[in-house]
């Protein structure tokens, strides 16, 4: 079972940018696919960015062109970087990890976008 920590969020104006980190640990990270959801206040949790253990990425169309996923296996570390923030991305952000059918899901990290 692999327990998943964030870090990485906070206050940024409209415009800027911000790179969050999941550190994974308690099972062997690069055989998971993995990925970022995203919640907003009174919204459903919604996907952000996935990628495969085999490192294949897609993204939802709002962040296509502004967010980029990438994992480093070494580290057992999953990121996602994200830029042109806007308003609309404020939310906590939650990495996850999917095996065999089993999800596992880290605490979330405030992203909040504002002037």
């Known amino acids: 079972q692999v327990q998943l920590v964030e870090s990485g969020g906070g206050l940024v104006q409209p415009g800027g940018s911000l790179r969050l980190s999941c550190a994974a640990s308690g099972s062997i990270f690069s055989i998971y696919d993995m990925g970022w959801y995203r919640q907003a206040p009174g919204k459903q949790r919604d996907v952000v960015a996935r990628?495969?253990?085999?490192?294949?990425?897609n993204y939802v169309d709002s962040v296509k062109g502004r967010f980029t996923i990438s994992r480093d296996n070494a580290k057992s570390t999953l990121y996602l970087q994200m830029d042109s923030l806007k308003p609309d991305d404020t939310a906590v952000y939650y990495c996850?990890?999917?095996?065999?059918?089993?999800?596992?899901w880290g605490q979330g990290t405030q992203v909040t976008v504002s002037s």
């Open positions: 990628i495969t253990r085999g490192g294949t990425t």
């Open positions: 996850y990890a999917k095996l065999s059918g089993y999800e596992y």
